[in-house]
T-cell receptor
């Protein structure tokens, strides 16, 4: 298995509070991604990173920010959590062009916003 | 925009039955195509991939052929086992724009009964 650790694995919090999810990799891969998984939608990209301090938005980026200060860590922050952000969040990594190099996924973080 | 459409689930089969899960895609150009599998409580694992028309991806008895004419990438297995019970995701990624994110279908849950 690719060395990807997501933390926490589960979190319950209240509307309006800040939340940070962490993705840590030991593979030294350049690219890192945050997806959210919701019933009927598959996985949708929130943000991705193509290097330290280099990030870009995905299709559902509103309400989320990211940071990557080290190759191995990619943080996802919900500045003020809302109930619509209740979801399962997955981190993924890849070593190159994802059209040939597959993305490898962590085990997910289940986040509930009450 | 790009999209991936999968058949609705759940698909319920008896052990040793033949499996087909349909997947069609829309994308400009010829994307790379993937099947991922998600077991309960886990992240997504790459099952197989195909990067160009007429390619056949295969792994663990599963196969899928990249059909440009019908824009399809149907997943098949000749004899399913109880251990194949999981959610299966079809995904695509374009090669021409440098876009890094996978586009996922909504997933198909497979239940195999002994």
């Amino acid at each position: 298995d690719a060395g990807i650790t997501q933390s926490p694995r589960h979190k319950v919090t209240e509307t309006g509070t800040p939340v940070t999810l962490r993705c840590h990799q030991t593979e030294n891969h350049r690219y890192m991604y945050w997806y959210r998984q919701d019933p009927g939608h598959g996985l949708r990209l929130i943000h991705y990173s193509y290097g330290v301090k280099d990030t870009d938005k995905g299709e559902v980026s509103d309400g989320y920010s990211v940071s990557r200060s080290k190759t191995e860590d990619f943080l996802l922050t919900l500045e003020s959590a809302t109930s619509s952000q209740t979801s399962v969040y997955f981190c993924a990594i890849s070593d190159g062009d994802s059209s040939n190099q597959p993305q490898h996924f962590g085990d997910g973080t289940r986040l509930s916003i009450l | 925009g790009d999209s991936v459409t999968q058949m609705e689930g759940p698909v319920t089969l008896s052990e040793e039955a033949f499996l087909t899960i349909n997947c069609t895609y829309t994308a400009t150009g010829y994307p790379s195509l993937f099947w991922y599998v998600q077991y309960p409580g886990e992240g997504l694992q790459l099952l197989l991939k195909a990067t160009k028309a007429d390619d056949k991806g295969s792994n663990k008895g599963f196969e899928a052929t990249y059909r440009k004419e019908t824009t399809s990438f149907h997943l098949e297995k000749g004899s399913v086992q109880v251990s194949d019970s999981a959610v299966y995701f079809c995904a695509s990624i374009r090669k021409d724009t440098g876009r890094r994110a996978l586009t996922f279908g909504s997933g198909t849950r497979l239940q195999v009964q002994p």
